[in-house]
């Protein structure tokens, strides 16, 4: 693995507050909410070049609020 996985989770984390803050205010009905997911989600994986284990992961946390959005 070309990166340290400790920063990588510490920003997943980092990432996961963000996403509440942004449920919170704009709501995860909004526009607003999943363009944020799908922008930062993308910048994150651009970092990494695409690593598999981040790209899976982001994946995961995409499908994890989809769920959550559809079961409201």
């Not at 984390?13 to 996403?19: D, E, L, N, R, Y």
């Not at 997911?37 to 946390?61: H, P, W």
Request: hydrophobic share 45%; charged share 20%; net charge negative.
């Amino acid at each position: 693995m070309d990166f340290n996985v400790n920063v990588f989770y510490d920003e997943v984390k980092a990432w996961i507050s963000q996403c509440n803050q942004m449920a919170i205010q704009h709501g995860m009905h909004s526009n607003d909410f999943w363009i944020w997911i799908t922008r930062s989600i993308g910048e994150i994986c651009d970092k990494y070049d695409n690593n598999k284990l981040v790209v899976m992961q982001f994946a995961m946390m995409y499908e994890w609020l989809s769920d959550i959005y559809h079961n409201r």
